[in-house]
């Protein structure tokens, strides 16, 4: 493996570095979203690349439709209310028992400096690795029409390093706002609008070999169909707020098509 300095690139991204954190925090607080550009090193992306490549033929495939609260049909609303409302989500999945033993990704999140610099941007004391074999390293495919509809995330954060940008499409489009997850109350009308185009959208530009923090818990988002040959391609980083925690037996079936 090799070591932190030749993977990130640490002269425009020093994590140890307190204050420079400080500033990454104020910045997700400010817009529940934290765009590091170039954060790898060209080498590190180049090798990452090669390596989200030979992985291809190990893809299992998903497809699902949800609402945007990615809960069970409310059946006390209208089947076109906006949180009843149907998306599709579907893209390709590579779990963390197929990376590679020395894969940059690997030494990336398992760094106590990595760790470190993410919970001092997120604000949160600890985080931990997931304890089953399939979900702390991720690489996500999106190939040609494939897409992130419009949802909530369930979790308080996330965390990704874009690898591959595709040609056209494959947009991040996201809403602030729509739901307070505290306070249990969404925005319906916000919603209804986004879900028919009838509402502005912030779209953002993320470059390979770009660090994304995101908060989208109360950040309404999605990926936009891919339009291109070339797929758009992710590794997420996962971790859990408690210790010895694993996805649920639902998602690994679906994202992976096995649980172990």
């Known amino acids: 493996m ?30 529940s979203i934290l765009v590091l550009n ?14 989200a490549q030979s992985l291809h033929e190990k893809i299992f495939y998903c497809s699902r439709k949800h609402n945007v609260l990615l809960t069970e049909k409310n059946t006390r609303l209208d089947d076109d209310h906006p949180c009843n409302v149907e998306v599709v989500s579907d893209k390709g999945c590579v779990p963390h028992d197929l990376i590679p033993p020395g894969s940059h990704l690997r030494t990336i999140y398992n760094s106590q400096i990595f ?7 997120l604000s949160l004391e600890k985080i931990h690795p997931y304890v089953d074999t399939l979900s702390s390293i991720n690489y996500n495919y999106y190939e040609e029409t494939q897409q992130l509809g419009w949802h909530f995330d369930n ?25 307070q997850a505290a306070k249990n109350t969404v925005d319906v009308q916000l919603i209804g609008a986004v879900l028919q185009n009838q509402h502005p ?60």
């Open 38 to 51: 170039n954060f790898l090193t060209k080498a590190a992306l180049a090798e990452l690349q090669s390596e």
């Open 2 to 31: 090799k070591p932190l300095r030749e993977i990130i690139d640490v002269e425009r991204h020093p994590i140890d570095d307190e204050s420079y954190a400080a500033r990454c925090r104020g910045e997700l607080k400010k817009t």
């Open 155 to 179: 979790a308080s954060f996330a965390i990704t390093l874009m690898i591959q940008s595709p040609a056209s499409g494959g947009k991040f489009q996201y809403v602030v706002g729509g739901r």
């Open 115 to 121: 760790q470190s610099f993410a919970q001092s941007v």
């Open 201 to 260: 959208v912030e779209e953002l530009q993320v470059g390979e070999g770009t660090l994304v923090l995101f908060s989208g818990r109360d950040t309404l988002h999605r990926v936009t169909p891919v339009t291109s040959p070339r797929a758009r391609v992710l590794a997420t980083l996962n971790y859990n707020l408690e210790k010895n925690m694993e996805l649920s037996e639902n998602a690994r079936a679906m994202f992976f098509g096995r649980l172990h």
